[in-house]
């Protein structure tokens, strides 16, 4: 008989529910965590704040991960959104609710969330490794046996579940040791790429305006002039660039249309309540009203003061001319960029600084009602290590409970 039932690779999200879950339903469990510590990349999910999952609906929820989302609904009728709050009210953590369905602990506190984790690991039995590395998959004559870790020990176990993550924040552990492990279960792997990321723009101007942010804006994504993807909400410029949320909900698409080469822009509409006809007549309006206002004035009740003063240079506008002296021109410039301005993505950030990682395990070599190989018998997967990536708001850090405690319901 084999030491332990389950042996688990990875002390993030879906590694400990799974674990948790196992050693609940009786099971042997070990878990092995490579770095010093459980749930260092869960510490830092939202700014320290962790959004543990989205209230949508199921249809609404799956449909956030595209032609993915059918792979989840398994994983997410057996433990879904609701069920995991009844798991963490009865795990003593109260929840609150925010803008577009986010859910985070009452406390603010990822650690809160952690702890949560670490006392079902105790209350389940669950024996766990820190500073243990797995090298290699133990398989003889087509079996699955085990794990052989660092220094060479052999450890024997009845299934497996890597639950290693995928590239971001490598100094969280997350260093792509898990798809090292599929390869040689024989596993394909999907390239890596960074599916919530901010970008790097061909224009050098944000710059200027590092740390402002947009709110309500429109965003339109598009390749060679194809429309690509839309979202609505709140970006940040940057040194870089931009990022903030509406641009990394819609980041994933991005990717992968600058590994295919051609033309990427974002296109912002910094007023989207407002047409361009619209727009015109409250300038008009301010140069009879408020002729002797600056421009820059009457543009800064619109958008942030820092950034239309960056707009009317882009517009070639003195922001010291008084509404009085705007021509149409003028006027017609300023509303253009206001309503469609194009920015030209060169790049996007490095993939150590994703918020989620896709690409990885693909979806058609594991069996979804299990989480477990189609091709080793009793190799299991959760997490971010599969090819699996949803927007940000809570999305993927419920993939991760969910794939992770369906694996813990499936072992034995």
Not at 272 to 287: M, V
């Amino acid at each position: 008989m084999s030491d332990y039932d389950l042996l688990v690779i990875g002390g993030g999200p879906a590694g400990m529910m799974a674990a948790a879950r196992a050693g609940e339903r009786g099971r042997r469990v070990l878990l092995l965590e490579r770095g010093p510590s459980l749930g260092r990349k869960l510490l830092i999910t939202a700014g320290g704040r962790c959004n543990v999952t989205n209230s949508a609906p199921l249809p609404e929820f799956l449909d956030a991960f595209g032609r993915q989302g059918g792979f989840l609904r398994d994983a997410m009728t057996r433990f879904g959104n609701a069920e995991l709050l009844d798991w963490l009210h009865n795990s003593g953590v109260r929840t609150v609710a925010e803008r577009k369905g986010r859910i985070f602990p009452e406390s603010q506190q990822a650690a809160t969330v952690l702890d949560a984790l670490r006392a079902a690991l105790l209350a389940g039995g669950v024996e766990v490794r820190l500073n243990q590395r797995v090298e290699s998959l133990r398989i003889e004559q087509g079996n699955l046996r085990g794990v052989s870790a660092a220094a060479h020990s052999a450890l024997d176990s009845s299934a497996v579940l890597i639950a290693t993550g995928g590239l971001s924040y490598p100094g969280t552990g997350c260093t792509g040791d898990g798809y090292a492990l599929a390869r040689q279960a024989g596993h394909s792997i999907v390239e890596p790429y960074p599916a919530i990321i901010a970008f790097e723009t061909a224009e050098s101007w944000p710059r200027n305006i590092q740390g402002t942010p947009i709110k309500n804006v429109s965003v339109i994504a598009r390749h060679d002039g194809r429309k690509l993807a839309e979202n609505f909400g709140e970006a940040l410029w940057t040194h870089y660039g931009i990022s903030g949320p509406a641009i990394l909900d819609i980041s994933g698409a991005v990717v992968l249309a600058l590994r295919k080469g051609g033309a990427v822009t974002l296109e912002l509409d910094l007023r989207p309540a407002d047409t361009a006809e619209s727009l015109d007549e409250r300038l008009l309006h301010a140069i009879k009203k408020e002729g002797k206002k600056q421009i820059s004035t009457v543009l800064a009740g619109w958008i942030a003061e820092r950034s239309a003063a960056q707009l009317l240079q882009l517009a070639e506008v003195d922001p010291r001319k008084k509404m009085s002296q705007c021509s149409k021109s003028d006027r017609k410039r300023i509303v253009r960029l206001v309503k469609h301005l194009e920015l030209r993505v060169r790049g996007h950030r490095p993939i150590e600084e994703a918020i989620v990682t896709g690409g990885g395990v693909p979806l058609s070599e594991v069996d979804p009602k299990r989480m477990e190989s189609r091709l080793l018998k009793n190799l299991f997967f959760a997490g971010e290590v599969l090819d699996l990536a949803g927007p940000s708001g809570g999305y993927n850090l419920q993939a991760a409970f969910s794939t992770g405690y369906l694996v813990g319901e499936s072992i034995g």
